[in-house]
């Protein structure tokens, strides 16, 4: 009798576990960077997670990490446009990234580093992440400007390399712009930014004075690129501005916050991108952070 009972419990078994309820629970951890400015304009260094609100598609999330700028050390890949159009002011161009590399390796985080990456019709990874100036400063001096341009492949590249990376991770286009034979699109390099939790700053420099010089396509995609991940754009007129424009990258990315947070209750996405939105509660303060995250969409 006995084993008649433990054969009719085994066949019940499959029905009995159908009948339990599932549930799908998303347990990755969504990070945000974040720049926030005061009424003023001035950068904004000391808030709490209670004057943050985050929301994903929509629904407010619980803020389950947060950290202020000097906790997480930065990965800051540098690609430095080396097509022809970009010859002119290229030795003055070269030495202000020198002088970026220096300042971000003096001050900061014991384990900040960089990478530096070059790109024309081809990306070539310079210099591995580091903290050797010298190494960073002869690669530099490797570089000459000749052929066409693939900006989407070097963001692509640079954004894969990134993910593997701890703390921050921070991508600086320097560029005039125009991507004329990327195998990449532009969505390609946006969701491999996003992928890779990187925030971009984009250096436009017009090679040609005047609104012939642009191009407003390639200016446009930067402006996407730097403004959807939490980042800025910069074009610098003359010398001094260049140097301007890495201090103030400099001065951002000692004044960010590390936000995290769990999806819950967040309603799918047919098209695989969560819209996240990040404000800060007090009244005239403005943030940068990034727009999303691609996601897997639900059927």
Do not use: C, W
């Amino acid at each position: 009798m006995g084993s008649i009972d433990r054969r009719t419990l085994i066949a019940a078994l499959p029905a009995a576990l159908a009948r339990q309820p599932t549930f799908r629970v998303d347990v990755r951890l969504v990070r945000i960077l974040a720049t926030v400015r005061d009424a003023q304009g001035a950068l904004a260094g000391g808030l709490e997670p209670a004057d943050f609100r985050i929301s994903d598609n929509g629904v407010e999330q619980e803020i389950a990490v947060f950290e202020r700028q000097s906790s997480q050390p930065l990965s800051i890949a540098v690609l430095i446009d080396r097509s022809r159009s970009t010859q002119r002011e290229r030795a003055y161009e070269l030495d202000a990234i020198g002088r970026f590399f220096r300042a971000l390796l003096r001050e900061g985080h014991p384990r900040d580093a960089a990478a530096l990456y070059s790109f024309n019709f081809e990306v070539v990874l310079q210099a591995g992440y580091t903290r050797r100036l010298d190494r960073l400063q002869a690669a530099l001096r490797r570089l000459r400007s000749e052929g066409a341009t693939a900006m989407y492949d070097a963001i692509e590249l640079a954004a894969h390399d990134l993910e593997s990376r701890d703390g921050r991770r921070v991508m600086v286009v320097v560029t005039d712009g125009a991507d004329t034979i990327s195998r990449a699109t532009f969505h390609d390099a946006l969701e491999a930014l996003h992928r890779a939790d990187a925030v971009l700053y984009a250096i436009l420099l017009v090679p040609v004075k005047g609104e012939a010089g642009r191009n407003l396509r390639g200016e446009n995609a930067l402006i996407q690129l730097s403004t959807g991940t939490g980042g800025r754009m910069f074009y610098p007129s003359e010398r001094a501005s260049l140097d301007q424009s890495f201090a103030e990258i400099l001065r951002d990315l000692r004044t960010q916050y590390l936000l995290g947070y769990y999806p819950k209750n967040v309603p799918p996405s047919p098209d695989r991108f969560h819209r996240v939105r990040v404000e800060v509660k007090r009244p005239g303060y403005t943030v940068s952070a990034r727009t999303g995250y691609f996601a897997d969409a639900v059927p």
